[in-house]
C-alpha cells in the first residue's frame, strides 16, 4: 500500500504503521454507513470484519465538506451515542474529520457553535452531551436540522391524556416532511389534534371544532381573541379544498400556510393544555 498518493486532500505525516490504529476507526464508520448494526457476537466470534484495503484511500481524496449542518449533525450523533452506551465523554479526531475531507480543528470549530447549548468541551478537548441534545436526538431533531414549531411541541404532548391527538400531530408532522410534503393533510391533522384536545377538555367526544369554542366561552374558559383564533382553525379547514371536504378545486396549500397552520395548532394544543385543571377540576391534584 502507498501511504502518500496524488490528490490527497489530507495527509498525515506519521508513518503508516502508526496511523493505522486511526485509519482502523475510520474504516469502521465507513463500514457502518453502509450496513446495519452488526448484532452483539459471542465470546468466540467477531462482531464484524473489515477490510481495510486499496479503497480506502478514496477516502483521503474527498473534497471538504462545505455544509456546516452536516458536520453538526455528525459531531451531535457521536456525542449522543457515546452517552447512550455509557461513556462519559467523547473526543474529535483524525479520523472523523477525513471522512469529511475536513482537519480535526475544523470540526472543532463547528463543534464551538452549540458548545454549552447542546455539549460541553472539557479542559481536555473532550465533549459530554447535554440534556437539550438527549431530549432533541430522541424526539427526531438532530444539531444543524431546523424544527418546525409542531415538531418542538410534538415531545410535550401528554399521549395518556390526549392519545387521539398525539396521533393526529404524528401524523401532521409525518406528512409534513414526506417525500413532495402532503401539505393538505399535515394541516388537516394539525387542526383535528386541536379538536381531539378540545373535546377530551369539554368531555364532547362528537363534537366539532366550532361547537368546542362556544362550549369554552360559555363556560367562560377561553378570551375572545383566543377562541376567535380556533374559530380561524375551524373556518381554515372548513373553506380549504382537500383539508376539511373533498372539493371541485385543486388543493391549493403552500407550504406557507401548512408551516404556519401547524405551528397555530401546535401553540394552540399546548394553551388548550393548560386548562385541563379548570376544565376538569375533579382530575386537577388537590
Not at 459471542?42 to 455544509?67: K, T
Not at 424526539?139 to 444543524?144: D, E, T, V
Request: one cysteine or more; charged letters at 20%; glycine letters at 8%.
Amino acid at each position: 500500500m502507498f501511504w502518500d498518493m496524488p490528490g490527497q486532500t489530507q495527509r498525515w505525516p506519521e508513518p503508516f504503521s502508526e496511523a493505522f490504529p486511526e485509519i482502523a476507526v475510520m474504516a469502521i464508520g465507513e463500514y457502518l454507513d453502509d450496513v446495519a448494526p452488526p448484532a452483539q457476537p459471542g465470546p468466540d466470534n467477531y462482531a464484524a470484519v473489515i477490510w481495510v484495503n486499496d479503497n480506502v484511500w478514496s477516502v483521503f481524496q474527498r473534497p471538504p465538506e462545505e455544509d456546516d449542518a452536516r458536520l453538526l449533525r455528525y459531531i451531535g450523533g457521536k456525542f449522543y451515542w457515546a452517552h447512550r452506551l455509557g461513556a462519559t465523554s467523547a473526543s474529535l479526531g483524525r479520523h472523523d474529520a477525513v471522512r469529511f475531507g475536513v482537519a480535526a480543528d475544523d470540526l472543532h470549530q463547528v463543534a464551538w457553535q452549540s458548545n454549552g447549548e447542546l455539549w460541553d468541551r472539557a479542559q481536555n478537548g473532550r465533549y459530554h452531551a447535554l440534556p437539550r441534545l438527549l431530549t432533541d436526538f430522541r424526539a427526531g431533531a438532530l444539531p444543524g436540522q431546523e424544527r418546525s414549531l409542531v415538531e418542538q411541541v410534538q415531545p410535550f404532548v401528554d399521549r395518556s391524556r390526549y392519545p387521539a391527538a398525539a396521533v393526529h400531530l404524528d401524523k401532521a408532522v409525518g406528512f409534513l416532511g414526506s417525500t413532495g410534503g402532503d401539505l393538505e393533510n399535515a394541516a388537516k391533522e394539525a387542526v383535528a389534534a386541536v379538536e381531539s384536545v378540545s373535546k377530551v377538555l369539554l368531555n364532547m367526544p362528537t363534537a366539532t371544532l366550532g361547537d368546542c369554542v362556544k362550549e369554552f366561552r360559555k363556560r367562560n374558559l377561553l378570551p375572545r381573541e383566543t377562541a376567535r383564533i380556533l374559530e380561524s382553525l375551524y373556518a381554515y379547514r372548513s373553506a380549504t379544498p382537500g383539508v376539511g371536504h373533498g372539493g371541485t378545486d385543486l388543493a391549493a396549500v403552500s407550504p406557507a400556510d401548512a408551516h404556519f397552520i401547524l405551528g397555530v395548532a401546535a401553540v394552540a394544543m399546548r394553551y388548550l393544555d393548560s386548562l385541563w385543571p379548570m376544565s376538569n377540576p375533579k382530575a386537577a391534584p388537590q
